[in-house]
């Protein structure tokens, strides 16, 4: 078991910045690939970053590339979500979730089935 906990969530302006943080416990943290995804109000969860366990390959979803840096430190067991230029449109649940193998080098990092652990959320707020 993994257990996952977010926090940093909060209200911001737009054009402001947040930095999620996601703290697990249980077992090896660096085993793990590691997402953070997010959703919205009558909306489907949806991707928006993901890192290796080694943290040298990231990848985004197109709305947030050049805006979120996702990052982990395995000595800390934490991952973080960096959120610059943030809009209206960011507002959301974010979530973090951690999964097994090699599916996040390939499309598979983006469904949520993917992961097997889940943090209960964090909400962020962007105001206009």
């Known amino acids: 078991q993994v257990q996952l906990v977010e926090s940093g969530g909060g209200l911001v302006q737009a054009g402001g910045s947040l930095r999620l943080s996601c703290a697990a416990s249980?077992?090896?943290?660096?085993?793990?690939?590691m997402g953070w995804f997010r959703q919205a109000p009558g909306k489907e969860r949806e991707f928006v970053a993901a890192?290796?366990?080694?943290?040298?390959?990231?990848y985004y979803a197109d709305s947030v590339k050049g805006r979120f840096t996702i990052s982990r430190d395995n000595a800390k067991n934490t991952v973080y979500l960096q959120m610059n230029s943030l809009k209206p449109e960011d507002t959301a649940v974010y979530y973090c979730a951690a999964g097994r193998g090699g599916m996040v080098h390939t499309t598979r990092r983006a469904v949520p089935q993917e992961y097997d652990y889940w943090g209960q959320g964090t909400q962020v707020t962007v105001s206009s």
């Open positions: 890192i290796t366990w080694s943290g040298l390959s990231t």
């Open positions: 249980g077992r090896t943290f660096s085993n793990y690939a």
